[in-house]
């Protein structure tokens, strides 16, 4: 075989390395692109109150007393997570239920009972009570725009009886906030997250993606087919 046989043989077999790492690169692509378009969403923040203060006072959402604190998600908004700070003089009688309701008015909404708490320390602040965040998940609740979350009949380790106060923590938020005995109070730190409806048009429709994936996979077999002429 002559030298310029070799060349070409050499060239030919690197132009065919190049072509073979071209298809697995796109088909890479291809199955990157369709796992991102049928992942499932995150939770995303729907409405924060700001972050805790847990230095200035603490509203008590048992012993027969509740706290109702306004928000604003965006429309066809689906709330499926509350998180709250709360004050609790104990470190081992902690947070266990709490009722809940999401009304269009102060202390409105059909209540239910949160359950399934995670409790995470936050430290302890300067009267000696400790702080936790409570985080609930639920069943989504399809709200748009303003509303109400209520707070009532916490329950502790101990149980629902009056031996260990909860207190909700206050961090004069942009939120409206009320006390149902004594009225307007200054807002409680807490965040709803959950999803929102998808804007038309930013997400392909499966036929679309399908057809997305299709043009990739037959790019790759065109580069096949010149691979083996």
Known sequence: MGLHSIYISALNLKEGLILKMRIASLSLLTVCCLMLAVAPAMADTLYSNGAFNGTADAWTINFGFAVSDSFTVPGGASIEDLHFVYWDASTSDLLTTVDMAIGSSSFGGSIQTLTGVTNTSLGTNQYGYNLYQADYSFANIPWSGAGFV??????????????????????????????????SIPSEAFTLTGSTTTTPGTTPEPSSIMLFGSGILGLAGVLRRKLTR
């Open 150 to 183: 209520s707070l009532s009949n916490a329950c502790s380790t101990s149980g629902c009886s009056i031996s260990n106060p909860i207190y909700w923590d206050e961090n004069s938020g942009t939120s409206s906030a009320y006390q149902d005995t004594l009225g």
